[in-house]
């Protein structure tokens, strides 16, 4: 069994954590509207609902489509820095499905998984430059049933979470032509057993940082512990494999926990500060960032005209700015920065934004969200969002955006 690696703390020690001053945005720029009788760099009767839009360390921004051109078509939208629009560059076959992009990388490669109910048809890499499309995994030789949150990074190795026939979950890498296993729910992988492995996230180091249930295979109930944790290869050639490290338990994992549970989605940075939201034991959510050994809640429910934090997954940079969806005092969806520097609002529901059409609002409907989707930043600040918008001051229906937030720099 490989030693694990604890690196919880208590919150007592995230005084060290040294963070970044929070950076001040230009005006929203419209990246692309879809609609039905018109449309922004989309054709109409294009559709887009609750999309998560990615941006990279370069600029580029993609996002799927769910239909275009009233054809339920779902698709691939991607502006690079050098496009002055953006444009569909991939269209899905009838009767197939898309998974979201999860990442871009600095050559212009997305991996993605093509699938309908019972039915896969492997992972394939698409070229943004060339449009070529390369099937890179069959499933007729694998017991994989479900290809999810393919990440295709700079050096050209892709990580995936799969579930095979017996529904029970992993995590791979497709390094050249070789898939290898990392880690399985049900059996002890890198000195740990989970019952429940939720969504990686993998920076270009190859870390991973997720979400664990642990437990004997089909232990999910919520009673059961939880851990954030991290895997890392190991460079030591008598000792290969991968190195887990727990960034933080819950309580029902360990009785010194300040934390009662964790949301599912954890951020992980180019060079390892993590990020994750948490539920505190006085039941309020909070936005906990990881770095250099320490655990520093930098948003917290109550504090700051934040009124709910939403449960969608935070961004996080080196730095240690996280970037998040919450609720204020009245209500109203936000986008909002957090670091040890503080808490800053940037762009929520009601508030005014730039269309191609001219004066807009982001929507606000008590019984609709005007945001959808997770929200994306990269390292040097650039955010990319998704949400719905209305004419001003007529409140006229413009359809939904994806919007790109830049730092004065």
Known sequence: MKKQTILFLSMALAANISLAALPEYKAPEILARANIKDGYNLPPLSFLNNTSPIINDRGDVAFKLMAVEGENNQALWVKTVEDENGKI??????????????SISENGKIAFNLYDEGVTDG?????????????????????IQFYTYPQLKNNGRI????????????FYEYAGKNLNKIIAEGVESSGIKSSYLFRPTVNDSGV????????ERGQWDESNPDSILTLTQSTDPKAPGYKVATIARDKDSDPRSPFLGFGNTVSLSKHGVIS?????????????????????????EGQNDISEIEMFGSRVNDTGTVLFRAKNSEGKRGLYLASEEGVKRLIGEGDEIMTDVGPAKILHNP???????????????????????????????????????????
Do not use: W
């Open 208 to 215: 991973i940082a997720f979400k664990s249930r642990m437990g």
């Open 367 to 409: 019984n609709y969200p005007g945001f959808g989707g997770d929200v994306h930043m990269n390292e040097k600040g650039d955010i990319v969002f998704y949400c719905l918008i209305v004419s001003y001051p007529d409140n006229k229906e413009l359809g939904s955006a994806v919007f790109k937030l830049s730092p004065v720099r």
């Open 89 to 102: 560059i991939y269209v899905a076959p009838d009767e197939r499905f898309l998974t979201e992009p999860e």
């Open 276 to 300: 994750f939201t948490a539920t505190s034991l006085e039941s309020k959510k909070e936005i906990v960032v990881a770095k250099d050994g320490s655990l520093k809640p930098v948003a917290i």
């Open 123 to 143: 992972l394939f890499i698409l070229d943004v430059n060339t449009l070529k499309v390369d099937q890179v995994l069959s499933p007729d030789n694998l017991p």
């Open 159 to 170: 990580y995936f979470r799969a579930t095979d026939d017996a529904n029970d979950r992993m």
